[in-house]
C-alpha cells in the first residue's frame, strides 16, 4: 500500500463524512484534489500554512481511491506531487490526524504519521 496525504478543515471533513466524499475547493477551481507524499508534506504544509491551527491531515491509501491519481509537477521542477482528478471516497481514508503546528508555527511529522504513512 501507498500513502498520500492531504490537508483540509474538520469543516470540510466533517461534510464529506456525511456525503460520502470529499470534494476540496481546487476539485471545481483546478480540476483535481492536491495531496503531497510523505517525504513532501511538512515542506508543503510550512510553504503552504504555516500558523494555521485548523487543519486536520488525510492520509489516503492510494490503491483505495476511486478517481484517477495523476503524479505531476503543474508548477515546473522535478517533484511529483499526486493529484487526485474526482471526488475522494472516504473510505480510502485510513486515519485523520490533528495538525497543530509547533509553538514556533511549524508543522512536524510524528511519528504516528510516520508509521500511518508506512502501513505499520
Not at 21 to 37: M, N, P, Q, R, V
Not at 53 to 59: A, F, K, P, S
Request: charged share 25%; aromatic share 10%.
Amino acid at each position: 500500500m501507498t500513502y498520500i496525504f492531504h490537508m483540509a478543515t474538520a469543516t470540510e471533513w466533517d461534510k464529506a463524512k456525511l456525503s460520502g466524499s470529499y470534494t476540496a475547493d481546487t476539485l471545481a477551481s483546478e480540476g483535481f484534489i492536491h495531496c503531497s507524499k510523505p517525504d513532501q508534506l511538512i515542506r508543503v504544509a510550512n510553504f503552504l500554512f504555516r500558523g494555521r491551527t485548523d487543519l486536520i491531515l488525510l492520509c489516503v491509501d492510494r490503491s483505495k481511491v476511486n478517481a484517477e491519481i495523476r503524479d505531476e509537477n503543474l508548477e515546473g521542477g522535478d517533484d511529483q506531487f499526486p493529484h487526485i482528478y474526482g471526488p475522494l471516497n472516504i473510505d480510502a481514508v485510513t486515519k485523520v490526524f490533528d495538525f497543530v503546528p509547533e509553538l514556533d508555527g511549524c508543522f512536524v511529522f510524528s511519528e504516528e504519521m510516520r508509521l500511518a504513512a508506512s502501513g505499520e
